[in-house]
């Protein structure tokens, strides 16, 4: 069975940084892909940043800059950098992985099969 659980959640001051982090268990094989989404009170699911099996990164444009997404393929383990954080980046946000190409690697169009429980980030100004 696999499992995420994200951590590193928490409350900062607009212009701060958070680090959240997905452990990942239960799957032994090269995983195609990993994500952050989040989803803010009241509005849908976005994708924030993902990497694919080879290390190509995509992000949202309204985080490019400022969010970095890295990964431990060693511990199974997703990371999200965030950088200077503004209020609107408040939200739950859920890791996600991808176990089989479905195309091109995009947040709309990757078959996200396994999900975590979420953690939450709250930004305030």
């Known amino acids: 069975q696999v499992q995420l659980v994200e951590s590193g959640g928490g409350s900062v001051q607009a212009g701060g940084s958070l680090r959240v982090s997905c452990a990942i268990s239960?799957?032994?094989?090269?995983?195609?892909?990993m994500a952050w989404f989040r989803q803010a009170a009241g509005k849908e699911r976005e994708g924030v940043a993902g990497v694919d099996s080879d290390g190509n990164t995509i992000y949202a444009d309204s985080v490019k800059g400022r969010f970095t997404i890295s990964k431990d393929n060693a511990k199974y383990t997703l990371y999200l950098e965030m950088n200077n954080l503004k209020a609107e980046d408040t939200a739950m946000y859920y890791c996600?992985?991808?176990?089989?190409?479905?195309?091109?690697?995009?947040?709309?169009?990757?078959?996200?099969?396994?999900w975590g429980q979420g953690t939450q980030v709250t930004v305030s100004s």
């Open positions: 239960g799957y032994t094989h090269t995983l195609y892909g």
């Open positions: 996600a992985v991808a176990d089989r190409s479905t195309g091109d690697f995009c947040f709309a169009g990757t078959k996200f099969n396994y």
